[in-house]
Structure formats: structure tokens, C-alpha cells
């Protein structure tokens, strides 16, 4: 009953169209942007003589996989965290948790189920952004075998050749992997949301905490802090497009982020638990 | 202890253990090159960029420098050894004359010459010459080698140079080696960083060598100050076995910024 009720809140909820349409937004512009710097790198316009990339590289796959590994660093998780964000503390704010928190429900359940609402949100997000933009990259620019080259997006360290149905099925793979990476800013913004009163500080608390610790995972200058962070892990999907994947580089990181996330899910959940609403 | 609170421990020990797992097997990856005895069964290469770091003010080798280079290589005992960044003709035979053995070398032209040294046989040039290019073919193996030292400061003059002894060098039946201080550094260790301007330059270069050549090293990390892989050997598919390869660390001399790379290849 609780469970419904949230996926039908979550559901009516405009932050989900907003996010859809920005999602649409940015795949147009991705197509736009992928077309015309393949016609350059393979219409005489490179910059440089001796490059790698030709006409049978930029196809739908590789289309795909540019569109979501930009999308995932700085689109999905900025879902997550305005989507936990807003959960308890939007509800604080309408006033409207004092009155559900009335009825005979534990607050841990009233918690996970939020919780898990979103992340159910969040996984069919993803799913439906790697359909979608392999949907278009098979009618507008079509398919092929994946090639990923070193230096590219930081994908891989070495050549690696996957034929498209191989391909296909190591985006299936990356689904629930990069799910499970976007619960852990959903984690931290419902811990966040969990302290706020305010819907709008909690969603703007947890975007900038994750840019934060995003752009210091990204600067070499804090090298030995890296480790501790989980938005270093958290394109640990990549490997799974490597031709003999590396299971035991794939299972530390997605250890690692699930340990973050349910640390930061019990820590909110402590904090949810022992507050006091007025 | 209420019902929220065991949700809460359970959440917390699962914490603990995936983070205890996570972080338990990771390690610091910066693997190098570890010698080995030298045998008859495979090849030694070398390349070792032996100038100054810039808070030297980039300078070439020097002399009060040549005892360290020589117990090095002595002690590495390589068949082939290309170096760069040495001053000229004569400071290369000062080094050969502290080496063990008799060695022959070839040198590039002009100043701050690209050398290289084989224990056995002879080098022979091959093709134009060119500043801080040196093609040579061993004449009892046929191997070919290109040793560079690529501009530092045009990611264009990088691309033109390696790109085009690649394409050449990827076309040929002979074994071959492009190696040196090629410039390239496209942060392959995902060391990452934001404020990089060449680094999308070089992966076209890098890409096209590596789509004909293989690189020996690769994932063995930096070889040159600060934490930047600029040094490569890359050799012929069809020609070689790459045994091991990568930086020797901790082998600089006073005041130089690059490892020496070796590489242990069996011909094929």
C-alpha cells in the first residue's frame, strides 16, 4: 500500500518529467554533436593526419555508449540527489510526513519503501536512456561492432573489439552496474534530506556535495584522496565493455559502492528514526 | 532494541563488510619492470630519456651523469640500449668507453643527439636523417628501429612525426621497434585530470600508432616526472613476444625526470 502510494507521489511528480525532458534535451544534442564531429574526424576536416577514427567507428553503438557515460557522470546523479533530495525533506516541508508517520507504519518502513521507490525510478531511468539511445543510434546512425580505443573517455587502457552482439549484451550488463553506482548520491541525498527541512536546500546540498566530490575525484591533485571516494568508482561500468572483462576490478568497485550506499542509507535512516517531527 | 534499530545494524554490519571487501583488495597498482638474469633466449631493449627535468632547465646529459648511466645499463646488461637528451657524438662515446664489453653506436645529427648502443653486431642507418630521429637496422637480426625523441611542446609536430613512421613502420614484414621519449601522455592510468589541454591531442597519435604497433609497456604506469607515461617501446605484432616490460624505477640519476624503460621481447 506504502509502496504504491510513493510510486504513484513519484510518479505525478514533475521532477521525473523534468528530468525526461532534459534527458531528451541532451540526446538531441548528443546526436547533433556526435554527427557533426564524425563528419569532421571522416570528411577531411581532422585535425590531425594520422587519426585513429573512421566511418565504421562512430556508429550506434559508440553513439550510445558517448551519449550514457556523459549522462552518467553529470546527468544521472544529478537526478538522484534532487530526487532523494526532495523525498523526506519535501515532506517535512508540506507537512504532509507528520500526518503519514500518524498511521500505524514504522518509520523504517516508510523509509526503505521512499527509498526503494526511487531507486526503482532511477534503475528504470537508466534502462530506458541505454534502450532509447541505442533505439536511435540503430535508425539514425546504425549499428556495428564497438570499437573503444585507450584515451577515449577514459573507457578502456588497452584496444578492445566487441562484436555488436557481444556488445549488446555488455549493455545489458552495465544496466543494473550503473544502477547500482546511482544508488550511492540517491543514498547520500536521502541522508541529506533526512537532516534538511527544506526540500530546496536538501536537493542543492546533495547536487553540490556530489559535484564536490566528483570534481576532486577528477583532479590529480588529490591522488591519495581517490581511493576514499566513491565518485571514483563509480564508472566501474566501463570495464564491462572491455573484451575479457575483469571480474575482480568490477566486484571491489561494486562492493565498494554498495558498502557507501548502505552506509549512508543506515545513517539516514538512524537520523529519520530518531527525529522529531513537529 | 526496536525494530528500526536491527534495520539499521543490519544496514550497518553490510556497510562494514562490503567496504572491508571493496577496500581489501584494492591495491596500489604501479607495477614496473623487475630485472630478471639475462639470457640468451630473449632481447633486452632499453630507451631512457637522460636529460635534465626542467627544474634543471631541461638540459641534456650530463657529464658528472655519465658514471650513473653506464652502472645502470651494466647492470642491466641490454642488448639494444637507445637513449635520449645525450649532448652530442663525443659525450656518447665517453659513455660507451665506461660500459662494459664492446659496444657499437650510431648517433642522430645535430645537438642533443638520439643514441644507440648494441652489444653485438652492428647498427646501420637507414633512411634520411633527421634531429632527434635515429633509424637503424641491426645487421645480424634485421630488426629496425626508430628511436624518437618527440617534440615536447606540439601535439601537431607529434602527430606528424610518430604518426608517419608508424604508418610506415606498421607496413613492414621486417621485425620493428618504434621506441623513446614520444611525448604522448593520455593519462592511460586514469590518473585524470580536468585541466589538461594536449592530452585529447595525443590519443588521436597514440590510437593510430597502437592500431599497427604494440605497446610493450602498457599498463605498467608513469616513466617521467610528474607521474606522466611519455616513454614507450612499441614492437611489430607478427615479429615479437613481449616478456616483460615497462619503467625501472628508482634508477634516475641526479636531477633526471624519466625512468629507464626495458623491455625483454623474443623474436619470433
Redesign the interface.
Known amino acids: 500500500m506504502i509502496a504504491r502510494f510513493e510510486a504513484l507521489k513519484a510518479w505525478r511528480s514533475r521532477r521525473l518529467l523534468l528530468a525526461f525532458l532534459t534527458l531528451c534535451l541532451f540526446v538531441v544534442l548528443m546526436l547533433v554533436g556526435f554527427y557533426t564531429y564524425a563528419q569532421n574526424e571522416t570528411g577531411g576536416h581532422a585535425e590531425f593526419r594520422y587519426t585513429f577514427e573512421n566511418s565504421s567507428y562512430f556508429n550506434g553503438l559508440t553513439f550510445s555508449i558517448y551519449a550514457f557515460y556523459f549522462a552518467f557522470l553529470l546527468l544521472f546523479p544529478i537526478f538522484a540527489a534532487t530526487e532523494g533530495g526532495a523525498q523526506i525533506a519535501g515532506e517535512t516541508s508540506g507537512g504532509t510526513l507528520a500526518l503519514m508517520l500518524t498511521r500505524p507504519v514504522g518509520r523504517a518502513r516508510v523509509f526503505l519503501t521512499k527509498f526503494a521507490v526511487a531507486s526503482l525510478g532511477l534503475a528504470l531511468s537508466v534502462g530506458l536512456f541505454l534502450a532509447g539511445t541505442l533505439a536511435i543510434g540503430l535508425l539514425a546512425v546504425g549499428w556495428g561492432d564497438l570499437d573503444l580505443y585507450p584515451g577515449v573517455l577514459q573507457m578502456t587502457d588497452s584496444y578492445q573489439h566487441l562484436e555488436q552482439s557481444e556488445a549488446l549484451w555488455r549493455f545489458v550488463l552495465c544496466w543494473p552496474a550503473a544502477s547500482l553506482a546511482l544508488l550511492v548520491p540517491l543514498a547520500l541525498a536521502f541522508l541529506i534530506s533526512s537532516c534538511a527541512k527544506s526540500p530546496v536546500n536538501a536537493a542543492g546540498a546533495s547536487v553540490s556535495t556530489y559535484l564536490v566530490l566528483y570534481v576532486v575525484s577528477e583532479i590529480h591533485f588529490f591522488e591519495e584522496l581517490r581511493p576514499f571516494l566513491f565518485t571514483s568508482s563509480m564508472p566501474y561500468w566501463r570495464g564491462l565493455f572491455r573484451q575479457e572483462i575483469e571480474w575482480g576490478a568490477i566486484l571491489t568497485d561494486g562492493a565498494k559502492l554498495a558498502g557507501f550506499g548502505l552506509l549512508f542509507l543506515a545513517l539516514a535512516l538512524l537520523r529519520f528514526r530518531t527525529r522529531q517531527e513537529s | 532494541m526496536r ?3 536491527h ?2 545494524l543490519g ?2 554490519l ?10 581489501g ?2 591495491g596500489r597498482d604501479r607495477p614496473g619492470y623487475e630485472l630478471t638474469p639475462k639470457s640468451a633466449e630473449f632481447l633486452r631493449v632499453v630507451t631512457w630519456n637522460v636529460g635534465g627535468g626542467l627544474d634543471q632547465g631541461g638540459a641534456a646529459l650530463e657529464d658528472e651523469s655519465l658514471a650513473h648511466v653506464a652502472r645502470v645499463l651494466n647492470e642491466l646488461e641490454p642488448d639494444f640500449v637507445f637513449l635520449q637528451e645525450v649532448r652530442d657524438r663525443v659525450q656518447a662515446e665517453q659513455l660507451e668507453n665506461l660500459l662494459d664489453d664492446d659496444w657499437d653506436l650510431e648517433t642522430s645529427p645535430g645537438g642533443r643527439v638520439v643514441v644507440g648502443f648494441t652489444r653485438t653486431g652492428r647498427l646501420r642507418e637507414r633512411g634520411p636523417r633527421q634531429e632527434r630521429l635515429l633509424r637503424v637496422q641491426h645487421d645480424e637480426s634485421g630488426i629496425h628501429f626508430c628511436a624518437v625523441h618527440a617534440d615536447a611542446f606540439s ?2 609536430e607529434r ?2 612525426q ?3 613512421l ?2 610506415e613502420l606498421g607496413d613492414l614484414e621486417e621485425p620493428c621497434l618504434l621506441l623513446g621519449d614520444l611525448n604522448l601522455d ?10 589538461t589541454d594536449d ?10 600508432i ?2 599497427r604497433l604494440v ?1 610493450a609497456g ?2 605498467t604506469g608513469s616513466t617521467a616526472e610528474p ?1 606522466r607515461r611519455l616513454d614507450y617501446v612499441f614492437v611489430s605484432p607478427r615479429s615479437f613476444e613481449v616478456r616483460s616490460a615497462g619503467p625501472w624505477r628508482s634508477k634516475r640519476g641526479p636531477g633526471m625526470d624519466h625512468d629507464p624503460v626495458v623491455c625483454d621481447l623474443v623474436l619470433r
Not at chain 2, 14 to 23: I, N, V
Not at chain 2, 186 to 195: A, C, E, S, T, V
Open positions: 525494530k528500526g534499530g534495520v539499521e544496514l550497518f553490510a556497510a562494514a563488510l562490503l567496504l572491508g571487501a571493496g577496500f583488495f584494492s601535439s601537431r602527430n606528424a610518430l604518426g608517419a608508424a604508418a593520455l593519462d592511460l592510468g586514469k590518473r585524470r585530470d580536468l585541466f592530452e585529447y591531442l595525443d590519443v588521436e597519435t597514440y590510437n593510430f597502437a592500431q605497446d602498457q599498463g607521474d
